[in-house]
């Protein structure tokens, strides 16, 4: 059983950083595969944050958090983490992180859409205080 376990969310001031982490375990995924991060507000659809290859490399990201936010992982310890500096408080929300399945070319793009990944974290909250 695939289970991603995110942790490090939480209360910060406006211009404050944090960081979220996720650990996937139950299956073997491939280098080509990918993990994603998303955010859902309060009354609000899910949205994309920012996704990552599973070998690590470059990622791509929304243009809400460019600059601000930065996914890499730590092969070691298999662990994925969200940056996320000069926070807002319009960046309140959950965040969840999340794997795709399907294999992603070297030149293809990163998976955005919700429906393109097949496992999910928890979700972990962090409210961005004003």
């Known amino acids: 059983q695939v289970q991603l376990v995110e942790s490090g969310g939480g209360l910060v001031q406006a211009g404050g950083s944090l960081r979220l982490s996720c650990l996937p375990s139950g299956r073997t995924f491939a280098s080509s595969n990918a993990m994603g991060w998303f955010r859902q507000a309060p009354g609000k659809e899910r949205e994309f944050v920012g996704a990552i290859r599973w070998s690590g490399g470059v990622a791509s990201y929304a243009n809400s958090v460019k600059g601000r936010f930065t996914i890499s992982r730590d092969n070691a310890k298999s662990t994925f983490y969200l940056q996320m500096n000069s926070l807002k408080p319009e960046d309140t929300a959950v965040y969840y992180c999340?794997?795709?399945?399907?294999?992603?070319?070297?030149?293809?793009?990163?998976?955005?859409?919700?429906?393109?990944?097949?496992?999910w974290g928890q979700g972990t909250m962090v409210t961005v205080s004003s």
């Open positions: 999340a794997a795709a399945g399907l294999r992603v070319g070297a030149l293809s793009l990163l998976p955005t859409m919700a429906g393109q990944y097949d496992y």
